[in-house]
């Protein structure tokens, strides 16, 4: 039913009645002060329906909390407030404090204090940890490494494509840097390894990139990325750089793993040739320091034997001028004698000859020791052929004459 229907009377819409108007806005307000002027141990007002306050806090104002109780809470809680300022540093971290966010001190591990929030706020930085950037790869769960080629392919010098895949470790140097200077220096230093890496393997040559020039590459970064970070400030060091993997990409590493076969086996025949060759050098410089020096002693021998012959000639000479006729008999027979000790003919004569000679040629023959100290065993001893000629001779001399004895005696018969 509307208010103002038939046979309501005549009501208004705020609840009056006759020539009733709204409530006067004065006094909602007074009643409101009132009522909060109770709640903290004042007096509340009281409007009756004549519009006058009443002042009889006994009766007629509500009942509130005393001031010391407002006091007393409000102390506990500011002892509360100053206490959340306590705060606790780990080891192996340190306490970056803000004051209305700006930097105001480096703490070290321990119990500190600071203004709490929101004047004062702390970041606990840990500055002991090992952090690792990867590049061309990420490790998930259970050390699952997943590939990343958009990291991970990169343009060599000639014009060809690697896929390196790169660990970067780093730990926080300096807090405030780290938590100030950069909005997040772990992606800033991830970046800029990625860009030293490419810059890197940019200037090389695919195949040195893949065998002999992984540590270089990897000092090299390590350098690049050092000296950026340092230029940056970003409270951070670089502590090492690892190269986890390089290889070409896999849609032609096939092929690329044939020619590391080849290169390996012309590394193989080429280390083989040059074992040979330390091993035939060496030999061959000893044989020819071998033949130089019997060629030298060769020679001094034959320099000793010419001057020791031309002083016996000399010798001889002088012996000659003083008895020829000696000196010439004496050189003939040792002539002869050198002659026919090295002829392995027999020469017999006299009046024999027609009888049967009887000689012992493997007893005549023994060993004889020449000049140089070695073994002749061919010549015959010339002693030994002297007197056997000898009496072979006396025996067929004997022989003959009693043969001739005989014919006699026959023919006077």
């Given amino acids: 039913m509307s208010w103002n229907e038939p046979g309501r009377g005549n009501r208004d819409p705020w609840g009056g ?65 100053l206490a959340s300022g306590i705060y606790i540093v780990d080891e192996g971290h340190r306490g970056v404090e803000k004051r209305f966010g700006a930097f105001h001190r480096t703490t070290m591990p321990g119990p500190h204090w600071r203004p709490p929030q929101p004047i004062g706020s702390v970041e606990r ?118 190269m986890q993997d390089v290889q070409p990409p896999e849609e032609v590493q096939p092929a690329f793993e044939d020619a590391i076969m080849a290169r390996e086996d012309e590394q193989r025949k080429i280390n083989q040739a040059n074992a040979y060759r330390n091993e035939i050098i060496p030999r061959a410089q000893g044989e020819s320091a071998r033949i130089r020096e019997e060629a030298e002693g060769y020679r001094q021998q034959a320099i000793a034997e010419a001057e020791g012959e031309s002083a016996r000639f000399l010798a001889l000479l002088q012996e000659y001028s003083q008895a020829p006729e000696v000196t010439r008999t004496r050189i003939y027979l040792d002539a002869v004698s050198d002659i026919y000790s090295r002829s392995r003919k027999i020469f017999m004569t006299g009046d024999a000859a027609d009888s049967l000679l009887y000689l012992p040629l493997d007893g005549m023959s023994r060993p004889r020791v020449d000049g140089d100290g070695q073994r002749d065993t061919g010549r015959l001893d010339p002693d030994i052929l002297d007197r056997r000629l000898s009496t072979s001779q006396s025996g067929a001399q004997d022989g003959g004459a009693r043969s001739r004895g005989d014919l006699r005696s026959r023919e006077g018969r």
């Fill in 17 to 81: 009645s006759g020539n009733q108007g709204p409530p006067d806005l004065d006094e909602v307000i007074k009643n409101v002060k009132g009522k909060f002027g109770g709640l903290f141990g004042g007096k509340g007002g009281q409007s009756g329906g004549n519009g006058q306050g009443g002042d009889d806090g006994g009766s007629g104002g509500p009942s509130g909390i005393s001031g010391a109780a407002i006091g007393g809470i409000i102390g506990v809680a500011l002892l509360v407030w």
């Fill in 125 to 242: 930085v840990n500055v002991e940890e090992i952090r690792v950037s990867e590049i061309g790869y990420q490790t998930g769960g259970g050390n699952q490494r997943r590939h990343v080629p958009r990291e991970a392919l990169m343009l060599t010098q000639d014009e060809n494509i690697v896929d390196v895949q790169l660990a970067v470790q780093y730990q926080v140097e300096d807090p405030a840097a780290f938590v100030f200077n950069f909005r997040d220096p772990e992606q800033t230093i991830k970046d800029m390894s990625e860009s030293a890496l490419r810059e890197t393997v940019g200037k090389r040559r695919m195949d040195f990139v893949l065998t002999e020039g992984r540590t270089e590459v990897a000092q090299e970064t390590r350098r690049l990325v050092s000296e950026a970070m340092e230029s940056y400030q970003t409270g951070l060091r670089v502590v090492s750089v690892d």
